[in-house]
């Protein structure tokens, strides 16, 4: 699963750390991979991998050509809670992904520079989300558009074929499928409660604005009329207050949503490409044809254009206390360069000039417009964000405005807005 947005900093301080990043930097890899010695330790959150033997098979490779390291693999479930625990001391691995809590400005004390932006920026895509004084300190493998997952199948039974261009469109088509198909149009995996993260990682799509998250810090309303965010929170809210989504949202199942999309008893759910590889495999094993599964954009348009806003998942770091900091970047660059494993996840590959995958053909065949946002204000919306309490990347609000849609809460969702509105320009106030 891809990281769900960027979440706030909470707990964490840099008591694991207090190692010079400057100093404690990774020299570059030597030409001679078999002077690159050590044994490394890898942590992921991809269990799956783990445990199917994939990361065995992964190491097998990389050792074909850096045959003196060995490579160790430690699969995490919690893997950001686990994480941010260790980092309170100095066994966090020698590969990690950077946990969402730790805040940027405290990359250079857990993490060991991998070089200056000026020269990765040039081989990889989203370096700026992990750059501090010039230096990266971690590279994306993959990076994720953000659009609907859904049924080809069934949206053509309900005689939709072409990709709705306004939020109106979308719930006409979800309507027809309705009235045509016995299938669930829309799925919102409301008990899970993550997967309605997702939906504000749709901010940027309807403006098709890089700055749109930094534009935040300044905007005292950001859920006015016209806003991204009154649009994308409308959608969802409409889709609920006319019926189109499950009869009781508290039963809500991920695992199980991923076999309701692939054999076509569910028709859309609104996630990040990241999931496409996902629901496949749920469909061939469920029965289903995993050709059946598509991708489309949020349904808006600027100058006739879709947009899409792509996201990193997790960087790869090495550990600042590291005894194998070379070994470890060897297997960061060879596994994000090399291993094939964004391809495998039908992923975005951070790597400049790599062709798109399978699943977002139709995205270059249709013009639609990749927007990489700009988060050079982030920190501050991050701070204004908590001080609100709104959860800009938290469940709880999209629950509710879920619930005022289908009537399990007081209110409407003018209302609902307006409390956000409140609460985010008191919390820009007092933060200035």
């Not at 370096?127 to 558009?145: H, L």
């Not at 949020?298 to 900091?325: E, W």
């Not at 790597?351 to 995958?357: A, E, Q, R, T």
Request: some cysteine; proline content about 6%; hydrophobic content about 40%.
């Amino acid at each position: 699963m891809a990281a769900a947005g960027f979440a706030l900093a909470v707990g964490l301080t840099a008591c694991g750390g207090g190692g010079d990043g400057e100093k404690a930097g990774v020299a570059a890899v030597p030409n001679d991979p078999a002077k690159v010695t050590g044994t490394i330790t890898v942590l992921t959150n991809r269990t799956d991998q783990v445990q199917d033997g994939t990361t065995k098979r992964y190491a097998a490779e990389f050792n074909k050509v850096y045959p003196n390291v060995t490579v160790k693999f430690q699969g995490l479930t919690d893997y950001e809670g686990d994480v941010k625990i260790r980092m309170n001391s100095e066994n966090y691995g020698d590969v990690l992904l950077i946990p969402n809590s730790v805040p940027l400005n405290q990359y250079p004390s857990f993490f060991s520079p991998l070089g200056p932006a000026s020269e990765l920026s040039g081989k990889y895509d989203f370096t700026d989300r992990a750059t501090v004084g010039g230096q990266v300190y971690g590279i994306a493998n993959i990076g994720t558009a953000n659009g609907f997952v859904y049924n080809k199948a069934v949206w053509e039974r309900a005689g939709v074929t072409g990709w709705p261009k306004t939020p109106q469109e979308f719930v006409g088509a979800l309507k027809a499928i309705k009235e045509k198909t016995d299938a669930t149009p829309y799925y919102t995996n409301y008990h899970d409660g993550w997967p309605l993260t997702n939906w504000g990682n749709a901010l940027g799509s309807p403006s098709c604005d890089p700055a749109a998250n930094d534009r935040l810090a300044e905007t005292k309303e950001p859920w006015a009329p016209g806003q991204d965010l009154n649009v994308v929170d409308t959608l969802l809210h409409d889709i609920v207050r006319n019926k189109l989504s499950e009869e009781d949202p508290n039963t809500t199942n991920w695992e199980n949503s991923k076999n309701l999309i692939g054999t076509g008893k569910v028709a859309t759910m609104w996630l990040g490409s990241w999931a496409v590889v996902q629901m496949k495999e749920a469909a061939r094993k469920a029965g289903g044809d995993p050709d059946d599964i598509g991708f489309m954009p949020f349904p808006t348009q600027v100058d006739g254009t879709f947009c899409s806003v792509v996201r990193p998942d997790y960087q790869y770091a090495v550990n600042v206390h590291s005894q194998a900091k070379e070994a470890a970047r060897a297997w960061i660059e060879w596994f994000v360069n090399s291993s094939g494993d964004a391809q495998k996840a039908l992923s975005i590959s951070s790597v400049k000039g790599s062709p798109l995958p399978a699943s977002l053909q139709p995205f270059q065949e249709a013009k639609v417009r990749f927007v990489h946002m700009d988060f050079a204000k982030n920190a501050l919306v991050n701070d204004i964000d908590k001080a609100s309490e709104v959860g800009l990347n938290a469940q709880d609000y999209r629950q509710r405005i879920v619930d005022v849609a289908r009537g399990a809460a007081e209110g409407d969702l003018a209302g609902v807005f307006a409390d956000l509105n409140r609460k985010w320009a008191d919390a820009q106030a007092a933060i200035g």
